[in-house]
């Protein structure tokens, strides 16, 4: 009785507030970890360096690609080897304004998250003991971390660096809704003008969605029904493993994934997730917390049909009775909110197992003969080479996939794209003797530098010429 009362009281609460959407704030700092030049260094070093994982294959870019919008494009995150992920890698983008992390706002503040990850079986699976030692050993690690923060390799810096890192760096801004805002009346257009409206207004969105970052960080149950790719016996495993250690008495019986009630135990949580930001959406697909929806009009239709009317969802998603007009307005106002994202230059920050930076673009180029055959910017020869960029074979998994392809060439019929392959490729690794280090270098090259380039701007396109909006 109370909990209905107060979640009456809140709704009225949210309402006469009249939440709203704005500019984005300059990032708060953390005042225990001030950013500076040498932090911010350290930090970018440790997010690309795949000592950080226990199979010395993975780092944060694995799953948090700064090229696919800190996110990566495959509907469930990839996991540590041997292991499944049951959801979708959040993108990172304005991570520094999140006032709760993870999809179940299970992890607080940056700093220890970075902690938790890498130890994560799920995600590294690292001892971050044996990770120290190792950092201790390599004097140019030594270095960074004295320059840091006046100390040898130890977890609390490492943790803290990470978070200056995502904080400070990973932030856009200055889309066209910011310029609008600003006053730059031509820097939306009519449609995103009118979707906005419909945005503050008819369609309810910022109910939730708003602020400079569109999140309250609040956890709703927006409707969204059991995803039956979790009926596979591995998820079935991990979704048990999970909420028994989120200490879940009732963790045998879990075969979804609760969300928030992993964390409070109260059914009043059940399938909430965290609001997330809209910043950027057009890079950050696919979207929900278990990567659902590849494009923005299957998310519109979600809202538009009132969800999928599952137990526990919240009141305020319910049919909006949006005409095909209002809802082309709404997606032309998310679009609107896309901003510069930052520069980075892959090729120097990647580092392998042992932690030396290989150039692998040098070796694509070079000594790995890949360009001879999948040309510059991996384009392909329609029907002879299978383009590498925007594959979504090249971006699933850990790397082992294309690492492997490497070492021992694929032979059969593929069919990317709609464009079918019956070839042969070499094995390029053998021939060529390259090291491991080298073909490691040369997977991640492939894999973060520039694979899966296509935007959910394109993806729109394509959906909308099939005319298949709805999924
Ligand atoms: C194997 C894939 C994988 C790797 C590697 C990985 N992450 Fe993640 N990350 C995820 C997934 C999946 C989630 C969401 C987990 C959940 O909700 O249960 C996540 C969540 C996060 C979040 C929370 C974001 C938010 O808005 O709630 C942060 C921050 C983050 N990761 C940072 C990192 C850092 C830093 C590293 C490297 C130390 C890293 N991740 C490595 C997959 C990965
Ligand atoms: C009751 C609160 C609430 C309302 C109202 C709401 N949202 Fe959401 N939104 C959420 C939550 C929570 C999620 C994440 C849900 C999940 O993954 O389970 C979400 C997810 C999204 C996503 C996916 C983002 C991503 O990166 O995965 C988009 C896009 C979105 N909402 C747009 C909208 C639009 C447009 C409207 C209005 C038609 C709207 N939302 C109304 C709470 C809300
Ligand atoms: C002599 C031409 C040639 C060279 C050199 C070559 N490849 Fe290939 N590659 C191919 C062909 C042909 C296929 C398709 C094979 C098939 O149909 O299974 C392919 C397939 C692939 C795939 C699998 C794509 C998918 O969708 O599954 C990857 C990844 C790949 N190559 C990467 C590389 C890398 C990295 C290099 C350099 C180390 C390289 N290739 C060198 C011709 C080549």
């Not at 495959?74 to 304005?94: D, Q, Y």
């Not at 390599?138 to 803290?160: H, I, W």
């Not at 991640?444 to 999924?471: M, P």
Request: hydrophobic share 35%; proline share 6%; glycine share 10%.
């Amino acid at each position: 009785m109370l909990k209905t009362l107060s979640t009456a009281v809140v709704l009225a609460l949210s309402t006469a507030a009249s939440a709203n959407i704005s500019l984005l704030p300059p990032v708060k700092a953390n005042p225990d970890n001030q950013p500076t030049e040498a932090r911010m260094t350290l930090g970018k070093k440790l997010f690309f360096d795949n000592r950080i994982s226990a199979s010395g294959t993975m780092n944060c870019a694995s799953c948090h690609l700064p090229h696919q919008g800190w996110t990566i494009h495959t509907p469930i995150s990839p996991a540590n080897p041997g292991w499944v992920e049951r959801r979708n890698s959040p993108t990172l983008i304005n991570v520094g304004y999140n006032q709760a992390l993870i999809w179940d706002g299970r992890a607080w503040p940056l700093e220890k998250q970075a902690i938790g990850s890498t130890k994560n079986p799920l995600h590294k699976g690292q001892n971050i003991d044996h990770l120290m030692a190792t950092f201790n050993a390599d004097p140019d690690m030594v270095k960074m971390f004295q320059a840091a923060y006046g100390n040898t390799p130890n977890t609390k810096d490492y943790g803290k660096a990470l978070a200056v890192f995502q904080r400070h760096f990973i932030v856009t801004g200055d889309s066209a809704f910011d310029l609008y805002l600003k006053g730059d009346k031509t820097a939306m257009s009519a449609p995103a003008v009118r979707g906005m409206d419909l945005f503050t207004g008819k369609a309810g969105c910022v109910a939730c969605h708003d602020g400079g970052n569109f999140s309250d960080y609040g956890f709703y149950n927006i409707g969204l029904k059991h995803n039956p790719l979790l009926d596979s016996e591995t998820h079935q495993k991990v979704l048990k493993f999970d909420a028994k250690r989120t200490g879940n008495k009732d963790w045998n019986s879990i075969n979804t994934d609760p969300g928030r009630y992993l964390i409070t135990h109260d059914k009043a949580d059940w399938g909430a997730f965290k609001t997330p930001t809209l910043r950027n959406l057009a890079d950050t697909f696919p979207y929900m917390h278990d990567g659902r929806y590849q494009t923005l009009s299957a998310v519109i239709e979600h809202y538009n049909r009132g969800g999928d009317n599952v137990k526990n969802q919240d009141p305020r998603i319910k049919p909006l009775g949006l005409s095909a007009a209002e809802k082309a307005d709404l997606l032309a106002f998310l679009q609107s909110l896309r901003g510069e994202l930052p520069e980075i230059d892959m090729a120097k920050w990647v580092r392998n197992a042992k932690g030396e930076t290989l150039d692998g673009k040098a070796l694509f180029e070079g000594k790995g003969t890949c360009i001879n055959c999948h040309q510059a910017e991996g384009q392909g020869i329609p029907g002879v080479f299978p383009p590498l960029a925007g594959n979504a074979h090249v971006s699933e998994g850990d790397g082992s996939y294309v690492a492997h392809t490497i070492l021992y060439g694929r032979s059969g019929t593929l069919s990317v794209k709609g464009l079918s392959f019956d070839a042969i490729m070499p094995p390029i690794g053998l021939q060529q003797g390259l090291s491991d280090a080298e073909i490691a270098a040369i997977a991640t090259y492939v894999r973060q530098a520039w694979s899966n380039q296509v935007s959910a701007v394109k993806l729109e396109a394509v959906a909308a010429q099939r005319g298949d909006a709805q999924h």
